[in-house]
């Protein structure tokens, strides 16, 4: 079984802000997969697919973005996940727009989510991958993350967006050291 979260904030204010990619990013492989998204148990929204022999959970956590690993660390227990299975998608301010890093390991890289996520599962050893949404230097952190994209942002996002679904199946059925491999350009 393994677990695939996307990492944003609820509620229709956060909609198309730069720290819900991860939302963008799980709702565009269920839709590939033609799955919603929708069901609702321990503080968050999931779906559960079988696809080539195996089970897979989505999972959107719906408590504010710094809160995630309470709500994936009860999916881990109710469902024995191993921490192996998991793939987190969320943002990173440190990569530019248009760009994105699978890593199996490392910091939270200052992103509240993740330090959250690394508490609860007490380890940085966990499959990832950081979408690039720049940084600006001049607005608080706060304040930019929870802003929108400019036009020719969100189409250099919807790029990454659009390439998800197949960073899916290639996770499904290629190790991971191949995945990474295959679409960490540099």
Sequence with gaps: ????????????????????????????IAA??????????????????????EKIIFLK???FINLSGEVLKKYIDFYQISVDDIFVIGDDLDLPVGTFRLRYQGGSGGHNGL?????????????????????????????????KFSQEEKEKINEIIHLCPKIFDDFLTMT??????????K
Excluded: C, W
């Design 115 to 147: 330090k959250n996520i690394e508490l609860h599962l007490k380890t940085q050893q966990y499959k990832r991958m950081k979408i690039g949404i720049s940084n600006n230097k001049q607005m608080d952190t706060k304040d930019y993350v929870l802003g």
């Design 1 to 28: 079984m393994k677990l695939i979260v996307g990492l944003g904030n609820i509620g229709k204010e956060y909609e198309g802000t730069r720290h819900n990619v991860g939302f963008m990013a799980i709702d565009a």
């Design 32 to 53: 590939a997969n033609n799955i919603e998204i929708k069901s609702e148990k321990f503080g968050g929204k999931y779906a559960i697919l079988n696809k080539m022999g």
């Design 61 to 63: 956590p719906q408590r």
């Design 176 to 185: 991971y050291d191949n995945v990474m491999n295959q679409y960490n350009k």
